[in-house]
């Protein structure tokens, strides 16, 4: 397997690659067809394939683009995983189906975007929306600041976020800007006011594939927090002790960095709003759940941040020049994707050790 060969320069490559391992692994594609089309005008889906035992009591869930561009990473590491015979073989033999899901977000990932067509960020969108959402103050604050009338922003309007930084903190900048705002439909980590279509048609794929389990072990992948090529492997669960300790259990150790958490600190994420992985208990609710997302570092975070922000200025400005729409958008791809043989391979390498750890642990 050349890995170089398994990510991909556009949405419509790596879907095409996808399909094309699944087909050689023998193994059939669901698709879900989204109801908006890519940057190219190509069919944008949700594409899930099952392999393993039928029978089966224990999945392992592997899925890419939650945040769209960052897609590329993620499809990447599931083409390769449907080449590894040796994988495969490794799953099989603990008894444990694999359930590949190909672009949650596709259009996010089509369109260089972090969003769902929505403009929501859907690892903040799984909400009770009978119920009230929660508030984000320090967004309502810096909203005002981040989208200037012109781009790129003024010293003036650059000097009044400093001044908010130096005032509430780095940290409180970044809990402020990435935990979860709904108040701003424009603005950045936008949460929604009801389920996005991904967010219904991930929960139809657990029910479809999950509801009889009695174990979920889950790998989300992630890019854009932590240091260059590092997999950071984030818990994603519940605040509760026991279920962080299995999760310690199955993915600690092996020269990677040891299992982090939003609740106590440790990650380089900040505590999160609506996340993605409540939606296992409301659709399998009789399955034992472990996961992780694994979040692998690009560039620094400010540098990250501010290429988000100018992303969501492009989007609220579509007069903006072709020249400087295009240098945005390579901007944002450069925030999520490091596109180098050595980032790709330290990418494969930390994925397919995770993916042994939680066959291991399923199979136990």
């Known amino acids: ?26 193994l059939q594609v669901e698709s879900r067809i989204h109801p908006e089309r890519g940057r190219d005008g190509e069919e944008l889906a949700m594409d899930v394939v099952r392999d393993g035992p039928v029978d089966a009591t224990a999945l392992l869930v592997l ?14 590491v599931q083409v390769a995983a449907l080449r590894d015979a040796q994988w495969r073989e490794q799953a099989r033999g603990k008894g444990v189906a694999v359930l590949y899901v190909h672009a949650l977000n596709p259009y996010g990932f089509s369109h260089i975007r972090r969003t769902t067509q929505e403009n929501v960020d859907l690892n903040r969108n799984f909400h009770d929306f009978t119920k009230p959402l929660p508030k984000n103050p320090g967004y309502a604050e810096l909203h005002p600041l981040m989208f200037p009338d012109h781009w790129p922003p003024s010293p003036e309007n650059e000097a009044k976020l400093q001044a908010w930084v130096e005032k509430n903190g780095a940290a409180a900048y970044q809990a402020a800007i990435s935990s979860g705002q709904h108040e701003f439909p424009d603005g950045m980590y936008y949460g929604g006011l009801g389920p996005t279509w991904s967010n219904r048609t991930l929960r139809e794929v657990l029910r479809a594939h999950g509801r009889t389990l009695r174990r979920i072990g889950w790998i989300d992948f992630h890019t854009g927090l932590g240091p260059s090529g590092l997999g950071e492997r984030i818990y994603a669960g519940p605040d509760d002790a026991d279920e962080v300790a299995r999760v310690r259990s199955w993915w600690d150790g092996g020269g990677q960095t040891p299992v982090t958490s939003i609740y106590d600190g440790s990650s380089t994420s900040s505590k999160l709003t609506g996340m993605m992985w409540t939606c296992v208990g409301d659709e399998c609710p009789d399955a034992e759940y472990t996961g992780i997302a694994m979040e692998y570092g690009t560039q620094p975070l400010q540098q990250v941040l501010q290429a988000v922000r100018a992303e969501h200025w492009l989007n609220q400005h579509p007069e903006a020049t072709p020249e400087l729409a295009a240098s945005i958008k390579r901007q944002m791809l450069e925030a999520f994707y490091t596109d180098t043989p050595e980032w790709r391979q330290r990418i494969w390498e930390q994925a397919r050790e995770a993916m042994g750890q939680a066959v291991e642990g399923l199979g136990r």
């Open 1 to 26: 397997m050349k890995l170089d060969d398994c990510f991909s320069d556009s949405y419509a490559q790596a879907r095409r690659k996808f399909l094309d391992a699944a087909a050689d692994a023998g």
């Open 63 to 76: 899925s890419s683009a939650c945040h769209g561009v960052e897609g590329f990473c993620g499809s990447g």
